[in-house]
């Protein structure tokens, strides 16, 4: 056991490190990275890469403090058959498998769905490869929590109001408490960062908490 306390909106949080894991959503190339998937549609990466340091930060701490570390990628089989019919023909001729710069867009093994350089995965940190938005939407993340007896997720990725927000609310309505670090997490509309993160503590934390990196650090290495 090594409870320790977390501050928090919209309340400071007890926690124990052995039933916390960090849950990394979607750190993908190409959501993040210059001249990827993301830059091409004509977004500003640069409001999603401020959470590549304050992240790499958190996930040091979990390491040191041998945290269950989870990593969440979006995407599907290269033959798309996993993919619903209503998400494919979504978001115009160039979404989910056409050519992007970085190969295959949202297609597994190719190297744009893959997880950026700075916060790649370490042996014995699962990947969950998932088909929607949420990470526990047809995913074994749930019998890997339950498993390692995880009862609290501090939560990083990207992007706030869709692929961390669903996670979140499918991670509260299973029981976890969910601790959102708000300068972990991006968007590449910044006000959907500020009311996707106050959606999430509205109402006595109704989806869970908000916090930040540095209060992470803190609790995880007390
Ligand atoms: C994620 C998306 N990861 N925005 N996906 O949020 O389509």
Redesign the pocket.
């Given at each position: 056991m090594s409870s320790t306390t977390i501050a928090a909106e919209p309340f400071d949080l007890d926690l124990d490190v052995s039933t916390t894991a960090l849950i990394i959503?979607?750190m993908q190339r190409d959501?993040l990275q210059p001249h990827g998937f993301g830059e091409l549609l004509g977004n500003d990466v640069s409001l999603l890469r401020s959470a590549i340091e304050p992240t790499r930060t958190v996930l040091d701490a979990a390491r040191a403090a041998t945290m269950l570390v989870v990593h969440t990628r979006?995407g599907h089989r290269p033959d798309l058959t996993d993919c619903p019919p209503a998400k494919l023909t979504r978001g115009g001729k160039t979404f989910i498998g056409t050519e992007g710069p970085m190969g295959r867009i949202l297609v597994r093994g190719e190297e744009g769905h893959d997880i950026i350089p700075e916060l790649y995965p370490i042996e014995g940190e699962p990947v969950i490869d998932k088909p929607g938005?949420g990470a526990f939407f047809e995913t074994d993340l749930h019998i890997i929590l339950q498993n390692r007896g995880i009862k609290t997720l501090i939560v990083c990725g990207?992007?706030t109001e869709?692929?961390v927000q669903s996670t979140v609310r499918e991670g509260n309505d299973r029981g976890y408490e969910c601790v959102v670090l708000e300068d972990c997490v991006g968007s590449y509309f910044p006000e959907f960062q500020a009311v996707g993160l106050e959606m999430i503590k509205a109402q006595g934390g109704i989806f869970g908490w908000v916090s930040t990196s540095q209060h992470a650090i803190g609790a995880i290495a007390s």
């Amino acid at each position: 056991m090594s409870s320790t306390t977390i501050a928090a909106e919209p309340f400071d949080l007890d926690l124990d490190v052995s039933t916390t894991a960090l849950i990394i959503i979607d750190m993908q190339r190409d959501f993040l990275q210059p001249h990827g998937f993301g830059e091409l549609l004509g977004n500003d990466v640069s409001l999603l890469r401020s959470a590549i340091e304050p992240t790499r930060t958190v996930l040091d701490a979990a390491r040191a403090a041998t945290m269950l570390v989870v990593h969440t990628r979006e995407g599907h089989r290269p033959d798309l058959t996993d993919c619903p019919p209503a998400k494919l023909t979504r978001g115009g001729k160039t979404f989910i498998g056409t050519e992007g710069p970085m190969g295959r867009i949202l297609v597994r093994g190719e190297e744009g769905h893959d997880i950026i350089p700075e916060l790649y995965p370490i042996e014995g940190e699962p990947v969950i490869d998932k088909p929607g938005k949420g990470a526990f939407f047809e995913t074994d993340l749930h019998i890997i929590l339950q498993n390692r007896g995880i009862k609290t997720l501090i939560v990083c990725g990207v992007t706030t109001e869709v692929c961390v927000q669903s996670t979140v609310r499918e991670g509260n309505d299973r029981g976890y408490e969910c601790v959102v670090l708000e300068d972990c997490v991006g968007s590449y509309f910044p006000e959907f960062q500020a009311v996707g993160l106050e959606m999430i503590k509205a109402q006595g934390g109704i989806f869970g908490w908000v916090s930040t990196s540095q209060h992470a650090i803190g609790a995880i290495a007390s």
